[in-house]
T-cell receptor, first 112, second 114 residues
C-alpha cells in the first residue's frame, strides 16, 4: 500500500514535443503529490506539486493532472527542451509527516 | 543562505567498517530527512527528525543504521559493520516544518563498500 508506481522507465522526445510521465498510488491517506527533477550527481529538486483538492496544476511548461478516483497523477512537460533531459520522480506523502514515497523514476531524453 | 550540504561527497570503505555521513540543513529548517538512493531507483525513506527527536525511523533497514541530530541542526547518519549492500547515495533533505513543505535535498554522499 506504500508503493508508488511510475511509468515509463525511459522516454525519448523531440525538442518541442510533449513529455508525459504517469504515476499510480494505492494508499488513500496520501494527500501531497510532488514531482522532482534530478540531474546526474545532484540531489532531487522540487519541480511542481499538487494536493488532491484540485485536478490540475500548471506552472510554466509543467502541468500535473490528478485523478483522485483512479489514484493516478501525471506530469506533462510542454515544449520539451534539451535542458529538460533528466530523471523525473513522482512521490506521494501525507500532510502530517512529510515522509515521501518515491516512484522508480523516468529518464527523459529530449533530442534537439 | 546556502542549501543543504552533505559531507563527504564520496566515501569508500571496506566491508565491516564504521562510517559517519554528515548533513547540514538549511538554517532554520526544523525538519530533516534521510533517504537512500540505489542506482537506477528512486530515493527510499530512512528516517526523519523534527527538531532533535527522531519522529519516524521506520525506514532504517536494520540496527546497524542509526542517526542523530543532537542540537536540532546538523545530523549524522551512522552505519556500523558496513556491508556491500549498503553501497548507495545517501540523501539528506530539510524543510521549514514537518509536513508538506518543500523538501530541499542535498547533493548526497556516495557510499561504496568494497
Amino acid at each position: 500500500q506504500q508503493q508508488v508506481k511510475q511509468s515509463p522507465q525511459s522516454l525519448i522526445v523531440q525538442k518541442g514535443g510533449i513529455s508525459i510521465i504517469n504515476c499510480a498510488y494505492e494508499n488513500t491517506a496520501f494527500d501531497y503529490f510532488p514531482w522532482y527533477q534530478q540531474f546526474p550527481g545532484k540531489g532531487p529538486a522540487l519541480l511542481i506539486a499538487i494536493r488532491p483538492d484540485v485536478s490540475e496544476k500548471k506552472e510554466g511548461r509543467f502541468t500535473i493532472s490528478f485523478n483522485k478516483s483512479a489514484k493516478q497523477f501525471s506530469l506533462h512537460i510542454m515544449d520539451s527542451q534539451p535542458g529538460d533531459s533528466a530523471t523525473y520522480f513522482c512521490a506521494a506523502g501525507s500532510g502530517n509527516t512529510g515522509k515521501l514515497i518515491f516512484g522508480q523514476g523516468t529518464t527523459l531524453q529530449v533530442k534537439p | 543562505g546556502a542549501g543543504v550540504s552533505q559531507t563527504p561527497s564520496n566515501k569508500v570503505t571496506e566491508k565491516g567498517k564504521y562510517v559517519e555521513l554528515r548533513c547540514d540543513p538549511i538554517s532554520g529548517h526544523t525538519a530533516l530527512y534521510w533517504y537512500r538512493q540505489s542506482l537506477g531507483q528512486g530515493p527510499e525513506f530512512l528516517i526523519y527528525f523534527q527538531g532533535t527527536g527522531a519522529a519516524d525511523d521506520s525506514g532504517l533497514p536494520n540496527d546497524r543504521f542509526f542517526a542523530v541530530r543532537p542540537e536540532g541542526s546538523v545530523s549524522t547518519l551512522k552505519i556500523q559493520r558496513t556491508e556491500r549492500g549498503d553501497s548507495a547515495v545517501y540523501l539528506c533533505a530539510s524543510s521549514p516544518r514537518l509536513g508538506t513543505d518543500t523538501q530541499y535535498f542535498g547533493p548526497g554522499t556516495r557510499l561504496t563498500v568494497l
